[in-house]
């Protein structure tokens, strides 16, 4: 459950399920809160899953588990993977350095099941693996007047760095302000707050200083998708992150971690099976509707909307990387034309940290 559900209520909200936690989808008229967001700023809940680290081992322990290195300085952060030995994605989290713990940030639902996992591979390391997803209310700032909007709140100046963070206050209360890695191809930052003090701090978000307009799940889906970037778990679940480009997510120097070997051979060959690309189509897909070049099956779309920006279909989709331009996608049992395109479909005021690099 959200922990604003009255708030939302009142704005009019339509939910959605997201990893067993309510979601506002969309307040109405989504396409127009769009492109207000795209313009100037807008304000969503974000249905992150929360776990605390602590222990004197902490860093060395979480460090071990995942593809990219923890921070070993307060106010820092990373997004990385969890991959199984076949070097798939089982999921990817951001893992902030918050001096005495770690706090790791999941997609809704899989805290709990990542915490029963790290539970059980303590050992006698000094660890502490908490569930703390209801503690927390999280909530992302995005467009290209975002930092405008942070700087009219908040009492710190905002942190210049992608996945940095700054404590302070907004009307008394206090929140950090972590700079994100431009998911929506804009500006933007989350801001973390206690969960008792979230609906003040979104009545300020919205309202206060510049507003900001408020937007759901439906809407965030749009963005990212103009902007090329890779989600879990549409386009991330059980992949490998060579085939996906996610180059951000790995770090190839760092030393063992599970699957470790495959994704290090992959990236040595430099010849990745498969490639996330971008399509233009002439009717919008759903996801799972399989690609084809000529009248080989190719890769399949991991998500497809109409863009509020640009007014026409477009697709993420995962292909094989010696397919060709002859592309088709089947669309209610028909074959409708498709057009890769350069990512990202849309050029916003930054650009996502995830979009594909080959």
């Known amino acids: 459950m959200t922990v604003l559900a009255s708030v939302h209520d009142d704005h009019g909200a339509s939910y959605v399920e997201r990893g067993g936690r309510q979601a506002v989808a969309h307040y109405g008229r989504p396409d127009r809160v769009h492109r207000a967001i795209r313009k100037v700023v807008g304000v969503i809940e974000h249905e992150y899953g929360v776990l605390t680290v602590t222990g004197d081992d902490r860093i ?13 300085e307060d106010g820092r952060g990373v997004y990385a993977l969890l991959l199984n030995p076949q070097g798939r994605i089982e999921t990817d989290m951001y893992v902030y350095n918050a001096g005495e713990r770690l706090l790791v940030f999941t997609p809704p639902g899989e805290a709990t099941p990542l915490a029963e996992e790290w539970g059980e591979k303590t050992f006698i390391q000094d660890v502490t693996v908490a569930v703390a997803t209801d503690d927390f209310g999280v909530f992302g700032v995005h467009g290209p007047k ?77 963005l990212t998708l103009e902007a090329g970037t890779p989600l879990f778990p549409s386009e991330l679940d059980e992949r ?77 989709a995962v292909i094989d990387a010696a397919a060709g331009d002859d592309l088709t996608v089947r669309v209610e049992g028909e074959a409708v034309a498709a057009s890769q395109e350069s990512l990202p479909f849309v050029d916003g005021s930054d650009a996502s940290a995830r979009r594909p690099s080959y």
């Not at 060395?60 to 070993?72: G, H, K, Q, S, Y």
């Not at 942070?150 to 907004?170: K, M, N, W, Y």
């Not at 989350?190 to 003040?200: H, I, L």
């Open 240 to 316: 490998l992150p060579n085939d996906l480009g996610l180059r951000n997510a790995v770090d190839f120097e760092k030393g063992c971690f599970v699957g470790q070997e495959v994704v290090s051979r992959i990236e040595n060959r430099g010849e990745p099976a498969q490639r996330l690309v971008g399509l233009t189509v002439d009717a919008v897909p759903e996801a799972g509707a399989a690609v084809f070049d000529g009248d080989e099956a190719v890769g399949e779309v991991t998500r497809g909307a109409r863009s509020p920006t640009r007014d026409e279909p477009i697709a993420l």
């Open 60 to 72: 060395e322990f979480v460090d071990n588990a995942i593809t990219n290195r923890v921070p070993d």
């Open 146 to 222: 975002s930092t405008e909007k942070i700087a009219s709140i908040f009492s710190e100046q905002t942190p210049d760095e992608q996945l940095s963070f700054v404590r302070g206050s907004t009307q008394d209360t206090g929140v950090t302000v972590i700079r994100t890695d431009a998911l929506t191809g804009e500006e933007g930052y989350k801001v973390v707050c206690d969960a008792t003090a979230a609906e003040s701090v979104f009545d300020t978000l919205a309202n206060r200083g510049l507003n900001a307009a408020p937007f759901g799940h439906r809407t965030w889906e749009l």
